[in-house]
C-alpha cells in the first residue's frame, strides 16, 4: 500500500479516541497535551499536516518538526514515547506521530506557567484528569493498591451513591466524608469494578457499577 492510500485509510476513520488529527504545529505545549492524553489513555496517533476535514495539507516547515519533539521530550514529565513517520503525498509531507500507552502515568503536559496537568483522551477531546484519575494511577503503583477492605466508610460512599450519578464534589458533600479519602475510596472502587466513571456535559460522574 503506498503512501497515500495509507494516510487515506486513516483519515477515513475520522478523529477518535485513538486518533486526532493536526493542521498545523504552532505551540508545542499545547500538541503536548495531546501527547499527555494518548499516553495516559490507550495511545493513539497524531496526523500532523491534516486538517480537521481530512484535507492533507502537508507540515509546512522543519520547525513545526522541532516542536513536536519539543512537546514530547521537553513539554511532558515524564518524558513521553513517542515515535515519528514521514509520509510524502503529491509534494506534500504528512508526519505520524505514534504515543504508546504508558506505564509511567500520568504523563503530565506543562501549561503556560510550567505547571504539570495530566490529560485523559475520552473520544476525540483531551481532557484535564479528575483527582480520582491521578488517585488511580498512583494506586496502580502501590502495593497497598490491589486490595479493597469492605469498611464502614466504604459502605457510607456506596450507600451515598445509590442508583444516581454524583460528581466528586456533591459526593463529598452528600457523604460528609473527608475529600481526600472520597478520592482515594473512589479511585480503589473505580479500578475494582465496584463503581463507574462517566464524562458527561463536561464533567466527571460516578455510579455504581450496573451488574
Known amino acids: 500500500m503506498d503512501d497515500k492510500r495509507y494516510l487515506q485509510r486513516l483519515i477515513s476513520e475520522g478523529e477518535h479516541q ?6 498545523r504545529v504552532s505551540d508545542a505545549r499545547k500538541l503536548a497535551r495531546s501527547v499527555s492524553a494518548f499516553a495516559n489513555t490507550d495511545g493513539g496517533r497524531l496526523l500532523i499536516g491534516v486538517r480537521d476535514d481530512g484535507h492533507m495539507s502537508g507540515v509546512r516547515s522543519e520547525e513545526e518538526i522541532y516542536m513536536m519533539h519539543q512537546a514530547a521530550y521537553r513539554y511532558c514529565r515524564p518524558e513521553a514515547s513517542i515515535k515519528f513517520d514521514t509520509y510524502h503525498v503529491e509534494g506534500r509531507t504528512i508526519v505520524i506521530a505514534t504515543v504508546p500507552p504508558s506505564e509511567r502515568r500520568p504523563v503530565c503536559a506543562l501549561d503556560d506557567d510550567d505547571r504539570p496537568r495530566a490529560y485523559i483522551r475520552i473520544a476525540d477531546e483531551n481532557i484535564v484528569a479528575s483527582p480520582v484519575h491521578l488517585a488511580m494511577w ?24 445509590g442508583d444516581k450519578h454524583f460528581t466528586l464534589n ?13 478520592i482515594t475510596l473512589l479511585a480503589r472502587l473505580v479500578r475494582f469494578g465496584i463503581v463507574e466513571c462517566h464524562y458527561r456535559d463536561q464533567q466527571f460522574l460516578f455510579s455504581l457499577c450496573e451488574e
Open 138 to 161: 498512583h494506586d496502580s503503583q502501590n502495593a497497598r493498591g490491589t486490595m479493597m477492605t469492605y469498611t464502614d466508610t466504604v459502605r457510607q460512599l456506596l450507600d451515598t451513591l
Open 170 to 182: 456533591q459526593i463529598v458533600r452528600l457523604s460528609r466524608i473527608p475529600r481526600p479519602k472520597v
Open 18 to 23: 485513538q486518533q486526532d488529527f493536526k493542521y
